[in-house]
Structures are given as structure tokens and as C-alpha cells.
């Protein structure tokens, strides 16, 4: 029920309106106007919270997440690239293995003398 259709009621059934009605209906309405707008207020604070909020969450993932692709599109892609270097590492050891096996067979070689090792091919001092 609206407070229109109650003072019309009210007036019906009582009479022309006294003066003590009419200003218990203005103290109720002032009260009634004072609620809404402290209400209004309050409403306005929490809205006005909320946007902070939204505000720094969307700043912080905006300097967050510069990149706008998907979380698995963004790992997949790292771990691409850490494959990518892990295999290439794994190259360079394999070279590095090559060529120390390759320069150990050459020093092998010079170290034998008409095919007795090294530590036979010197002369061995008599006294």
C-alpha cells in the first residue's frame, strides 16, 4: 500500500484532515525522505568501493598480464622454448664429449712408438 491510497482512507473514514494528521504526515514523510537518502548515500559509497576495487584489479592484471594470450598458449610456448634450449644444450655436450674422445685417440697415438705404448717406447737407462 502506497502512502497516497492511506491518507486517502484515512481521510475517508475520519473526515476532513486535522491539523495533527497532517503533520504527523510530514514528520513521517521527512523521516521517510531522510531513510531513502541516507540509504541512497550508502548505496552510493558501496558502488563507489566496489569501482575502487574493480580499479585496481584491472590495473593489476593489466601491468600483470601483458600478454592477452591464454594461460596453456603461454606455457606451452615457454616450454617450447625451454625444449628448444635443453636441446640445444644437449648438442654442445655431445660436441664437447666428441672432441675430448677425439683428442684423447689423437694423443694416444702419439704417445706410441712402433706400436708399444708409450711407456715402453723410451730407452731404458742401464747402470
Do not use: N, Y
Request: net charge positive; aromatic share 4%; charged share 30%.
Amino acid at each position: 500500500i502506497e502512502i497516497d491510497e492511506f491518507v486517502m482512507g484515512c481521510m475517508r473514514h475520519m473526515g476532513k484532515a486535522k491539523t495533527v494528521d497532517i503533520e504527523t504526515l510530514i514528520q513521517q514523510t521527512r523521516r521517510m525522505i531522510r531513510r531513502s537518502t541516507d540509504q541512497s548515500r550508502r548505496i552510493e559509497q558501496r558502488l563507489a568501493s566496489v569501482e575502487s576495487t574493480m580499479t585496481l584489479i584491472r590495473d593489476h592484471f593489466k601491468h600483470e598480464v601483458t600478454d592477452r594470450r591464454p594461460m596453456e598458449h603461454r606455457l606451452k610456448t615457454t616450454l617450447i622454448q625451454d625444449r628448444e634450449q635443453l636441446e640445444q644444450t644437449i648438442r654442445e655436450i655431445h660436441s664437447s664429449i666428441q672432441s675430448h674422445v677425439s683428442e684423447s685417440r689423437e694423443a694416444a697415438k702419439t704417445r706410441t712408438a712402433g706400436g708399444l705404448p708409450w711407456c715402453f717406447s723410451e730407452p731404458v737407462l742401464q747402470c
